[in-house]
Structures are given as C-alpha cells and as structure tokens.
C-alpha cells in the first residue's frame, strides 16, 4: 500500500539556517503530495502542494518539488525563523480526495 | 473564527471503558474526517461523516469502533472496550465540501491513554 517516510526528529536549528526535511513515498499510481504543519496549540493546516511530477509547491518561504524520479517530495526553506517552530508532515494523497497518508512527522524546533 | 474543534484533548482511560472523543467541524463545513496516529507511525485515515450519513469507513476498526455526526451537534468516535493499543491521538478534519483538492482542515488532536 502506500506509504510516507520523512525524516527521524527532532531537528534543531539557529534562526537564519537552511532547512531541509526529507520526504520519500511509496505509491502504485501518480499521487498528489502535501505538506502540513502543525504549530503548537494548534491544529494542523495544509502548508503546501504538488499534483504531479516537476510541481514545485511553495508557501510561506518553503519549498518542495514533486520529484517522480526520486519519489520525493522534500521541504526547503533557506532562512527559519523561530515562527517556524512547529511539526511538519509530509502526506500523499491518491484515489479518494478525503483519504491522505501521512508520514510520522518531524518536529523542528528554530533556537533564536 | 474557530477552528476545527476537539475534545478532550487528553482523556486517559483503564482497559474495558468507553472513550468518547468529539469533534466540532468548522463553522459552514459539513464534513468531517476522522484520522488516528498510533505511537511511531503516521496519521491514517478512519472514517469520513457528513450529517447523519456515514459515507466511509473504510479505515475504522471492525469491532468497538462507531463514529456519528448528528443533524445537531458534534461529531462522536466512540471506542467501547478499550485496549492498550487504542492509545493513540485521534484526529478530527472537517471541509466545507467534499474536498477534491486534498486540503483538510484539522483540530489539535485527543490523545488517548489506556492504562
């Protein structure tokens, strides 16, 4: 079945680095890509999408390009800020709209 | 503007109770979306509510296992019987509309503990 692994947390970082969070996937068809976020006290909101292959989804100063190579789908942003403090989830959706699979999600954390 | 609402956000059960996690959707969304997360895995799907009807349940448990979404009111997912591993954070999404772009709108989560 399908499936989503990303990278083990949590991850720890100084305002201004660079961040990556890798996602990879397992699907038997052409699944759409996601990336959650959740901030604390919150609940988790849609942060970004790809529908296929070479869509780069981007919001808020992050980054993730719909990589069908690599099966990949792996977040970026070039400058965190403490604001960026939060859990992340990476999640492929296929077939049913409503049915998303997630991976475990990774909690990083942006020390100022 | 409220959220997708869920409570309680801890509830900490004994083996053999009921647990009863409820979910208020956002205001004007009319379907609902349950997801559990067990302890080291992802987030996956339960079952999919709009008022009063059940249209997947794909993901729920056979057994112990129901979810309602009364013309008023929350949601329910009620877990009879508990077991130690039905701890977990249960998930509640909502959407104005049966979503065809992935997006869902969730709550913070209720974190089950059975002892």
């Known amino acids: 079945g399908d499936s989503v692994t990303q990278m083990e947390g949590p991850v720890t970082l100084s305002e201004e680095a660079f961040l990556t969070i890798n996602c990879t996937y397992t699907a038997t068809g052409y699944p759409s890509l996601f990336w959650y976020v959740q901030y604390p006290g919150e609940g988790l909101q849609l942060l970004l999408k790809a529908t296929k292959a070479d869509d780069k989804g981007s919001n808020k100063g992050f980054e993730a390009t719909y990589r069908k190579e690599t099966t990949s789908f792996h977040l970026e942003k070039g400058s965190v800020q403490v604001s960026d403090s939060a859990v992340y989830f990476c999640?492929?959706?296929?077939?049913?709209?409503?049915?998303?699979?997630f991976g475990k999600g990774t909690l990083l954390t942006v020390n100022p | 503007n409220a959220g997708v609402m869920q409570n309680p956000r801890h509830l900490v059960r004994r083996r053999g109770q009921e647990a009863r996690l409820r979910c208020s959707p956002m205001?004007?969304?009319?379907?609902v979306y349950w997801y559990r997360q067990l302890p080291e895995e992802g987030l996956k799907f339960m079952v999919y509510l709009q008022k009063e009807n059940i249209i997947d349940e794909s993901g729920m448990p056979k057994e112990r296992f129901s979810a309602e979404f009364p013309k008023e009111g929350p949601s329910i997912l009620r877990i009879q019987q508990v077991v130690r591993g039905d701890s977990a954070a249960y998930f509640c999404a909502s959407s104005p509309e049966p979503t065809n772009t992935g997006e869902l709108f969730f709550g913070e989560g209720s974190r089950l503990t059975v002892l």
């Open positions: 205001k004007g969304h009319s379907h």
């Open positions: 999640a492929l959706r296929e077939g049913s709209n409503y049915k998303l699979t």
